[in-house]
């Protein structure tokens, strides 16, 4: 079921035009700057995007403008483990597996879960109970498992659904933020 439903969100994200992907990500994103999660946040968690998925270079580049940190997640598959380094420019990254932008570990810090004042925690589907379809490799729902502070994910309208399964393991988010706002 979560096989199909992953399948599903990525040519959802995949099947949007370039220009319809720029104009919602602007949007969730302005939502977003709107909230006061986000103003109370110092320091915000978030990906690189990969090329079908929203835009988060818009919050990054709004942070730092703002005078807040950015820490991006580099995976550690052999241990099954994230870890998050705070960012300071884009050239500061490198490509690694799957085209994934991660930071390189000798130009960067690490940051410490209880130094992530909102995590911005990405997905291809969620629902209305905070619970998601990701990737498939669990990295978030361990990484969150003990997380201490505020997670949100962003996502087109089209992206939520009324129910997702999830298992004993999944971590849903706090809160949502689309196009239309702010939905819990």
């Known amino acids: 079921m979560k096989k199909r439903l992953r399948k599903k969100g990525i040519q959802l994200l995949k099947g949007m035009e370039a220009i319809e992907r720029q104009e919602l990500s602007v949007s969730i994103m302005d939502n977003l700057f709107q909230t006061s999660m986000w103003k109370r946040a110092d320091v915000i968690g978030t990906t690189i995007p990969q090329e079908h998925e929203l835009d988060t270079t818009i919050l990054i580049h709004k942070a730092w403008e703002e005078g807040k940190k950015i820490a991006v997640p580099k995976c550690y598959p052999e241990r099954n483990e994230l870890l998050f380094y705070t960012l300071t420019s884009f050239e500061q990254l490198e490509i690694v597996f799957y085209g994934l932008k991660e930071p ?3 130009l960067t810090k690490e940051c410490s879960k209880e130094a992530i004042d909102l995590m911005i ?6 629902d209305y109970s905070g619970y998601r379809i990701g990737y498939g490799g669990g990295y978030y729902d361990r990484y969150l498992s003990d997380f201490p502070n505020t997670t949100v994910a ?3 309208n089209a992206q939520v659904t009324e129910n997702l399964p999830f298992e004993t393991f999944d971590i849903p988010v706090d809160h949502l933020v689309t196009e239309k706002g702010k939905l819990y």
Do not use: S
């Open 154 to 156: 962003l996502a087109a």
């Open 104 to 106: 390189k570990v000798e």
């Open 121 to 126: 925690v990405p997905g291809l589907l969620f």
